[in-house]
């Protein structure tokens, strides 16, 4: 049976490898999870009520693009967060960012790109999602280093130019998974000037958005706004799943220019699945209320300072400004997450793991992500755990 290569040089995830490196061997400690980026913050009080009123609507198939309601609390949520009015037809909700990720690719990715194969950038750590994305529609994936070097956001605009003239999508993420770094004003306007000059689309994956440490990050929207960038080389993705504390809802929407929008409704059309009606009612209410987000935002900002008390003066040091990610340097990311497990039963993700080879050098190889969802006290002893274990 022949199967397709365009995936033949895919690694495996990064959890099953993880589970592969370590599950053969006992903890040495009880284990702590700091690995998978599950927000364990409390749900909205609002979920079970919404969606214990809205039970019937399993009953019948869902709107496929969103219900009107769902798409004006969306806007409305646009609206106070980053000053855009956007119509409708510029939004579309979403089964959580990686389904959406995923199929605007799909959906907007051409076939050739001046008469050649295309390219789809992508920083170097990044999310997995964008990756599969590229292969999928037959584009070659050009992984761009996100350093220290750099400030730990891809520098496009030093690719050569036959690369930058066969760019199709440009994915970026911000606040970065796994570093935690912002993206300034400056950056996506000189970022929506090179999509312009080379004639390409961005795809700005913005779910850590709402957890920040002084300041909440500028979005792409507002920047497209302000330097008049033409909508349809912007499409913003968003989600409940870190904002509201709800992984499991897989509730999220994308925003862009209403050509695309109205190509990805299409496809959604033909090969997608629409949220569920009652998930719908639930995801209404949480676009619409800051109160949560506010709450669960305050302890992020109690675990960054835990987080600066247990590292103080460890060279190399640096937390994030937003998202909940640590991204701690070390001689090695496999040995180091290996060491850990055994010695103390803290379980964390090696940086390889969310990297690529490019030239014989991986930018996460002297690294470990360290996710900050657990309790502060679970947090707080798995980081002094880790410390003690790594860096003493």
């Not at 284990?31 to 214990?52: C, K, Q, S």
């Amino acid at each position: 049976m022949v199967f397709p290569e365009r995936f033949s040089n895919l690694p495996d995830y990064a959890f099953p490898r993880l589970r592969k490196l370590l599950d053969a061997h006992a903890p040495g400690g009880a284990p702590i999870t700091m690995t998978i980026g599950e927000p364990r913050h409390p749900m909205p009080d609002f979920v079970g009520p919404v969606l214990a009123a809205n039970l019937d609507g399993f009953g019948v198939y869902p709107p496929n693009d969103g219900t009107p309601e769902l798409l004006a609390a969306i806007a409305g949520w646009i609206k106070r967060r980053y000053g855009v009015g956007l119509t409708e037809d510029r939004l579309m909700a979403l089964n959580g960012t990686r389904e959406g990720l995923f199929n605007a690719a799909v959906a907007l990715c051409p076939e050739l790109k001046n008469g050649k194969r295309p390219v789809v950038l992508m920083p170097n750590p990044f999310y997995q999602v964008y990756a599969v994305a590229a292969l999928a529609v037959g584009a070659e994936p050009v992984y761009v280093p996100a350093t220290a070097a750099n400030g730990f956001l891809p520098d496009y605009a030093a690719l050569p130019r036959d690369v930058l003239d066969r760019v199709a999508i440009a994915y970026l993420c911000s606040p970065a998974n796994p570093q935690g770094a912002v993206a300034s004003a400056e950056y996506w306007a000189s970022l929506m000037a090179l999509a312009e000059k080379h004639d390409f689309r961005i795809f700005a994956d913005e779910c850590y958005s709402e957890i920040w440490r002084s300041a909440p990050p500028v979005g792409a929207l507002d920047v497209a706004d302000s330097v008049g960038a033409d909508p349809e080389r912007v499409f913003v993705f968003h989600s409940l799943s870190k904002r509201s504390n709800l992984p499991g809802l897989r509730s999220g929407f994308v925003a862009g220019g209403v050509q695309g929008i109205a190509a990805m409704r299409k496809l959604r059309a033909f090969a997608g699945a629409p949220l569920p009606l009652p998930i719908q009612r639930v995801s209404e209410v949480a676009w619409a209320d800051e109160d949560h987000v506010t709450a669960s935002r305050a302890l992020y900002q109690e675990k960054f300072a835990l987080a600066d008390q247990v590292f103080a003066g460890m060279q190399g040091y640096s937390g994030p400004e937003g998202g909940f990610f640590l991204w701690l340097p070390v001689a090695d990311g496999e040995a180091a997450t290996m060491k850990l497990w055994l010695e103390t039963g803290v379980r964390v993700l090696p940086g390889a793991y969310l990297s690529r080879d490019v030239a014989g050098d991986n930018p996460g190889k002297g690294y470990i992500r360290v996710a900050l969802v657990a309790p502060k006290d679970e947090m707080q002893r798995g980081l002094i755990r880790l410390r003690d274990c790594l860096y003493q």
